[in-house]
């Protein structure tokens, strides 16, 4: 009897053991997605037939999505994986981009030379140079980069009279468009030297703080009398009569009436003082070469500030301070009241 019930025992543990060994292997295949779900129907219809129970119950729940599988936790995190490295190797060729914009727009400052940069955008965008001409005035220009540059021209603003036509390929440089302004400027010399002849010689009622690109002045000529003279940048002396004569002088005879002088300034020209030595001239002495006996010949050109300078003068005080920065004959620093950025022509007055 005893026997018997070993007997029986072993066949219902070894019933059990098989049970759970196939319960085991459906869950292996469902984790791997290698079963569907028919054969699953079928198989746990077998295990109830031999055993049934918890089993069964489980197998049945993981089929009808009660208990979420690890299959389709791991398929949805082929998913996610995949979509983060699309993003990824997006978010890559993007830098590589990026990287390739920044190095070329590094080298091309440093063809134009750093010591004529004034501000820099954080994304290398946005450039402001300084420019000198020959007149030694002081120009920023302004140039804005695409993102696609050097395949787009940049876009260039100055405080000049009219934009200059950019010459632009896509082998262009910066160090081009510096070029470009550079002659740009030289063709409105004579139009700046006639607006600061009337600045300086006339009773200009407006604008009051003229900047380099306005053209027009209008001036008092006495009696309550006020006329607007426009300049054409491209031909400052085109008025009628006598062209070959000074504008001034052309005006003069024009208008066949001597024109009022400004209340400030005396008939005997005299310049205002220097800045820096406090004197309207300078000492004639012969090592200053031309500048010798020369009033202020330079200004500051932040309009609430316009303090005048010799040239000579700062440039000496410019050199005793350690932050200027010289390229070729021109000191680069700050003005020693306001602390805008001046730039002013060096020479050797000794010979």
Known sequence: MNSSLSKINVLEMSHVINVKLLSILIFYELINGLLQETT???????????????????????????????????????????????????????????????????????????????????DLTFLSFRILDEKGRLHFMEIQLDKTYPKSPPSIS???????????????????????????????????????????SL??????????????????????????????????????????????????????????????????????????????????DDELGAKSGSGTDYTCDNTTCSKAFHSVCLGDWLRSITTTRQSFNVLFGNCPYCSDPVAVKINNVKN
């Open 40 to 122: 699953v129907v079928k198989t746990v219809a077998v295990i109830y037939l031999i055993h049934g129970g918890r089993w069964v119950l489980l197998i049945l729940k993981i089929v009808s999505g009660t208990v979420p599988s690890f299959y389709q936790r791991r398929q949805s995190y082929l998913l996610a994986k995949s979509k983060m490295d699309h993003t990824e190797q997006a978010r890559c060729r993007e830098l590589a981009k990026s990287s390739t914009f920044y190095r070329s727009v590094y080298s091309e400052i440093e063809e134009v030379g750093w010591e004529h940069l004034v501000r820099l955008g954080g």
């Open 158 to 200: 100055a405080d000049v009279p009219y934009n200059f036509d950019l010459q632009w390929s896509i082998n262009s440089r910066l160090k081009d468009v510096v070029q470009q302004f550079h002659e740009y400027l030289e063709k409105l010399q004579e139009f700046w030297s006639t607006l600061d002849d009337i600045d300086k």
């Open 203 to 284: 009773c200009v009622i407006d604008p009051k703080q003229p900047s380099r690109s306005i053209s027009h002045r209008q001036i008092n000529i006495g009696n309550d009398c006020f006329i607007m003279l426009c300049i054409d940048a491209n031909n400052p002396r085109s008025l009628p009569e006598t062209k070959d004569k000074p504008y001034l002088e052309n005006l003069a005879c024009l208008l066949e009436t001597q024109l009022p002088r400004p209340t400030d300034v005396p008939k005997n020209d005299q310049q205002v003082e220097c800045g820096i030595c406090y004197a309207q001239c300078l000492p004639v």
